[in-house]
């Protein structure tokens, strides 16, 4: 029994470490320091694995429980970017205009039947009756590696739009569109973001749809995942190879964050901002874009907030943030097997 606590001691300070580490993040630049950003991938497992360290050492009645309960009570404020539990959507005030946005990575609608290759034209009749029935009265829509955009607003009921330059995101809205313009990476002519300023309701909001630099890891992750031999070098090897990719194109969306929150800044209107960030909440991009931001997530989610339909578990990538100017009502994720994202539905109010 001895050596069994023992380990149990040992495993429990790892899942400590990894937490702490997972904590600190959201703070750290991974342009000049990556490793937080790539422990923080595996914070749904640390959390879990300190959660059922206190239940385990406090049935034994010991000591040890002292080690993972501080640790979960000092991100208490974090842990609502992972896990929500919401009392439902709230109804909007006499005063409160009422806008519906959605983002959702459709992934060139390729999971959307039929399969077969060219019938595109099936494959948006198909995507839009799923929209008019599980997601009706769009306001907003963030569609990121998306073709036909211009069509699918349409048959919506969304004739304007904006697609972005260089890029597959489109801004789909009820609304009109003002202006609009295409966000760059540094030292790049690939666009990250559109930008649009959209006259609804006798006001005028700027809306950013995002894309934020893919980590390009999916498909090799997925086969690991499918074929795991962890006695083989080359499995970890393969390991190494995909965490550095995740380092350093995390590194490049923290750089984006940047630019975006100046971008921001400089806003004469209410911002919403949604789309695929391609990075967890735990991240720096996440930190730096959503500061100051109603995330429709923590404000009224439920449960896991789990965005990635693929095989690598619990990731949350894809958000809806919005100013202070707008109320959260209501988030949904429903699970759709269009994608490899599940959409993500916001309904705002507007002061």
């Known amino acids: 029994m001895k050596y069994i606590r023992k380990f149990g001691f040992i495993l429990n300070l790892i899942a400590v470490f990894g937490l702490f580490i997972s904590y600190l993040s959201p703070f750290m630049d991974p342009v000049h320091f990556s490793f937080p950003a790539i422990v ?13 360290f206190v239940l385990l050492w406090a049935s034994l009645r010991h000591q040890y429980i002292l080690i993972s309960l501080p640790a979960l009570l000092l991100g208490w404020n974090l842990h609502g970017r992972f896990v929500q539990f919401s009392m439902g959507a709230a109804q909007p005030k006499a005063e409160e205009k009422v806008i519906r946005c959605m983002a959702y990575n459709v992934r060139w609608l390729r999971h959307v039947p039929p399969y077969e290759l060219g019938r595109s034209r099936e494959k948006i009749a198909h995507m839009v009756d799923k929209i008019r029935k599980d997601a009706p009265a769009l306001d907003l829509f963030c569609m990121e590696e998306g073709g ?14 904006v697609k972005a330059e260089k890029m597959s995101t489109w801004l789909l809205s009820r609304y009109p569109i003002l202006q609009s313009g295409t966000l760059f990476q540094e030292n790049s002519d690939r666009g990250f973001a559109v930008w649009a300023d959209v006259q609804m309701h006798g006001d005028t909001i700027r809306v950013f749809g995002l894309h934020l630099k893919s980590n390009r890891i999916t498909s090799e992750a997925e ?3 499918g074929d795991i031999r962890f006695r083989e070098r080359a499995t970890w090897i393969r390991v190494q190879d995909i965490l550095t990719k995740y380092g350093n194109t995390t590194a490049v ?8 929150r100046a971008e921001m800044d400089r806003s004469p209107h209410p911002v919403i901002v949604f789309g695929d960030f391609n990075d967890t909440p735990f991240s720096r991009a996440y930190q730096v874009i959503q500061k100051g931001l109603a995330d429709s997530f923590v404000s009224a989610g439920k449960g896991i907030g789990t ?3 693929g095989q690598l578990p619990a990731l949350r990538i894809d958000y809806v943030l919005a100013d ?5 009502l209501s988030h949904e994720t429903p699970r759709w097997d ?4 599940y959409p993500v539905i916001a309904t705002l109010g507007l002061r």
């Open 253 to 260: 969306r923290a750089a984006q964050g940047r630019k975006l």
């Open 223 to 225: 086969e690991l995942m």
């Open 148 to 161: 036909h955009g211009d069509q699918i607003g349409q048959a919506l009921g969304m004739p304007h739009f």
């Open 338 to 341: 269009y994608s490899d994202h």
């Open 40 to 52: 923080s991938l595996l914070y749904p497992y640390f959390l879990i694995g300190n959660i059922l």
């Open 307 to 309: 965005t990635y339909a």
């Open 324 to 328: 202070p100017s707008f109320r959260v």
